[in-house]
Nanobody, 127 residues
Framework: QVQLAESGGGSVQAGESLTLSCAASGYAYQCMGWFRQAPGKEREAVAI????????NYADSVKGRFTISRNVAKNTLGLQMNALKPEDSAMYYCAAAARGLRPSGDCEDASGFYNYWGQGTQVTVSS
């Protein structure tokens, strides 16, 4: 059974940085990722990566500002968020997919493929 626990959320000013971390148990998954959901909006993929730590992919809205990282030895997933904007405010979730590989070798970004979820951590960015 895979269990995921996020930490590191908080409230910051626009332009500042935050680092999220996810502690995982178990290794029975192909892909991991960070998703976010703001009030009244659908959950969206922010950044996803293979369980091995290879082939990261990012939402266009965060490219160049966010970096996803995977430490296989410690079984953790990180998200470094720089130059935060008010529109980045949301609940951020760590997720893992038992079967999430595309034929191209990267990970699916649709939330429906991800069957393990953490409780979420709130990120609030004020202008």
């Amino acid at each position: 059974q895979v269990q995921l626990a996020e930490s590191g959320g908080g409230s910051v000013q626009a332009g500042e940085s935050l680092t999220l971390s996810c502690a995982a148990s178990g290794y029975a998954y192909q892909c991991m990722g960070w998703f976010r959901q703001a009030p009244g909006k659908e959950r969206e993929a922010v950044a996803i990566i293979l369980n091995s730590g290879l082939v990261p992919n990012y939402a266009d809205s965060v490219k160049g500002r966010f970096t996803i990282s995977r430490n296989v030895a410690k079984n953790t997933l990180g998200l470094q968020m720089n130059a935060l904007k008010p529109e980045d405010s949301a609940m951020y979730y760590c997720a893992a997919a038992a079967r999430g590989l595309r034929p191209s070798g990267d990970c699916e970004d649709a939330s429906g493929f991800y069957n393990y979820w953490g409780q979420g951590t709130q990120v609030t960015v004020s202008s």
